[in-house]
């Protein structure tokens, strides 16, 4: 951490930990638009036959709350130095290879999300379901998506090259924070910078770095891989003024309270070296932002010695979540050249434990919710709380927790083993939806979670293309270091 550094209010701690990864909060304004979601959300919970009343479900609730209250110990078990480095073969996941009926299937699913949520006269997509919203984190999730798509044959190359010539001539054109950089949320058909869920309102509100790292990597893989689309690309990264972005080494993003700007140093172990991979690969120097060893401890969670950001909300104000999302898109972009792969395999072999304590399926990270509060963060530990699923303001809403559609399916790709089968076959028996994949099933509730978004199902589609192309997606595009 730089000497530089000013913690920003709790209020605003989500912008030092993940940027602006909480998509959803764009609708939280717009309740009307919600109270229709949630009304669809009557039919029958769904309850295993071991739970086949609301007490049985809430004893099964409390005896997962005390194991998992239990499953902590500090410090926890560290890796060894010596295997701390990232491997400079990208990894390759085992069981990669052309896509079976079922696979096939489910990237389809998951592009009716974006045959219904894409804008057609402005390139951009909707960040949550018919919400005309958007920020350039889900936008990248678009871009993914689109490569996926084309990749995969579900839509033909004319199609492709209409809609991602259309999408980058409106990203090398929006109107800019002070002429900057990319506002944090934009609406898609006016493309009027705006505040999270208000469409109508012109407002710049500042920018997020991790965002933007992650549309840097998706610009350099579409760049490397279709030449005609080199140059509309180039005109993208031109049209932003990247000197503020980082400082340092570090990432730094930037929010307006009581119309006063604040520049914050954004992002905590993975998403921090996550996006910082993508701005590296521009030129960027993000030295710090990469390393993954100075502010990294360990805790065990069901015996699990698990890495998380020593930086957490008392000493820094800003949150410390560990999420499986970043190390799922590491792996399957980069293969793992952001983080060492050491780690993903500790986080999802604490999730697996966690099921074999608990029997709850577990496939941990943060998404939009169908009811209040409409985001969360389902972290396995977080400013010293094992299994918290808390908001940005670290509200703690446990009883919301919920299994990732994403994650399980990133997860099942890239290890492919008896436990992410047992995650894939769940979410492909209970989370099918018209519109796309819903966003995950509530562990207590015992229902689906039918929120619809647009980096759920781009996750599931660059999950798919990973599996199908049989490489890390920037080895495959030929993305150079």
């Known amino acids: 951490m730089s000497s530089d550094f000013q913690p920003p209010p709790k209020s605003l701690s989500v912008l030092a930990s993940v940027g602006g990864v909480m998509t959803a909060i764009i609708a939280i ?37 005390k194991l998992d209250t239990q499953s902590v110990a500090l410090p926890g078990k560290a890796i060894p130095l010596s295997e701390l480095t990232i491997n400079k073969a990208p ?10 009926a079922v696979e096939i299937a489910s990237a389809r699913q998951a592009w009716s999300y974006f045959q219904r949520n894409w ?60 002429g900057e950089l990319p506002n944090k949320v934009y609406n ?51 049209h932003w003024q990247v000197k503020r972005l980082t400082k340092n080494g570090q990432m730094y993003g930037t929010a307006v309270v009581q119309g006063k700007e604040q520049y914050n140093q954004e992002g905590r172990l993975g998403y921090e070296n996550y996006a910082a991979y993508g701005l590296k690969l521009w030129g960027l120097d993000v030295k710090q932002a990469l390393d993954y060893k100075s502010n990294t401890a360990f805790v065990n969670l069901y015996g699990q010695g698990v890495p998380y950001d020593r930086r957490d909300a008392k000493n ?6 560990v999420l499986s999302e970043p190390y799922i898109l590491d792996g399957i972009e980069t293969g793992f050249q952001a983080l060492p792969k050491a780690y993903a ?37 977080v400013n010293g709380k094992p299994w918290a699923t808390i908001t940005d303001t670290q509200e703690q809403h446990n009883n919301l927790r919920f299994l990732s559609a994403k994650a399980a399916i990133g997860w099942h790709v890239l290890y492919n083993t008896a436990y992410t089968r047992q995650l894939f076959d769940f979410v492909q028996t209970n989370l099918k939806s018209q519109k796309g994949w819903y966003n995950g099933f509530y562990e207590s509730l015992r229902q689906p979670n039918k929120s619809l978004t647009a980096n759920n199902n781009g996750v599931i589609l660059e999950s798919w293309l990973y599996k199908q192309v049989g490489k890390p997606l920037t080895v495959w595009a030929g993305v150079k270091n």
């Open 119 to 178: 804008n057609a006269q402005t390139g951009l997509v909707n960040s949550v379901d018919g919400f005309a919203s958007v920020t350039m984190w889900d936008q990248a999730a678009a871009i993914a998506a689109l490569v996926s798509a084309r990749e995969l044959n579900i839509i033909s190359a004319a199609e492709f090259e209409a809609k991602m010539t259309k999408m980058l001539q409106t990203l090398a054109s929006l109107p800019l924070y002070k």
């Open 316 to 321: 820094s104000g800003a949150n410390n979540y």
């Open 188 to 238: 898609t058909k006016t493309l009027i910078p705006v505040n999270y869920g208000q469409l109508d309102k012109r407002e710049e509100i500042g920018w997020s770095a991790i965002d933007l790292g992650r549309m840097a990597l998706w610009l350099k893989i579409v760049e490397a891989k279709y030449p005609k689309m080199r140059s509309p690309v180039q005109k993208v990264w031109q």
């Open 91 to 100: 990894y390759v996941a085992p069981g990669v290879g052309k896509l079976n």
């Open 345 to 381: 395999n500790r986080i999802l072999a604490a999730q697996a434990a966690r099921y074999q304590a608990t029997k709850e399926l577990t496939a941990l990270t943060e998404d939009n919710l169908d009811r209040e509060p409409y985001f969360v963060y389902n972290s396995l530990f």
């Open 29 to 65: 304004a717009t309740l009307n638009f919600w109270s229709d979601k949630i009304s669809q959300n009557t039919q029958t919970p769904v309850i295993s036959k071991t739970d086949t009343s609301t007490a049985k479900v809430e004893t099964q609730a409390q005896k997962v709350a």
